[in-house]
């Protein structure tokens, strides 16, 4: 009500805000008062970014890291996968993306990731 900020303002408030209180009203009053600038961290619009295809390696290879998959070791899968990006440069995304998923025991991820591979390959 009027009266309430008039009271409020009389009595030496800076600034009043009734209720319910506004997110961006009190972000504004807080910014004047205090001298601040807010940062936001609302991601900026995303840039087109080219993404490499995902090459998958030779059949043999997928079957080992299939194998490895299945037993969980995911330590192997990941110096399979470095061992891919060395060997290949056309590999190296694909590797990138497995390895990734292995550190993070994505155990599913990985498998389905190699599961489709084989599929291309077919």
């Not at 009266?3 to 997110?23: C, W, Y």
């Not at 490895?68 to 590999?91: F, P, V, W």
């Not at 694909?94 to 599913?108: H, I, M, P, V, Y």
């Amino acid at each position: 009500m009027e009266s309430d900020r008039e009271k409020s303002l009389v009595a030496g408030a800076d600034a009043f805000l009734p209720k319910p209180v506004n997110a961006n009203d009190l972000l504004h009053i807080l910014e004047a008062r205090l001298g601040v600038t807010w940062i936001s961290t609302e991601a900026a619009p995303a840039e087109e970014v080219p993404v490499d295809p995902l090459i998958a390696p030779p059949a043999g290879d997928l079957e080992m890291l299939y194998n490895l998959a299945l037993r969980g070791d995911m330590r192997r899968i990941q110096e399979k996968a470095d061992s891919l990006a060395q060997t290949d440069e056309n590999y190296k995304s694909f590797a990138a993306k497995l390895s990734r998923l292995a550190e993070d025991f994505e155990t599913k991820a990985v498998l389905e990731l190699i599961k489709h591979s084989m599929e291309e390959h077919q």
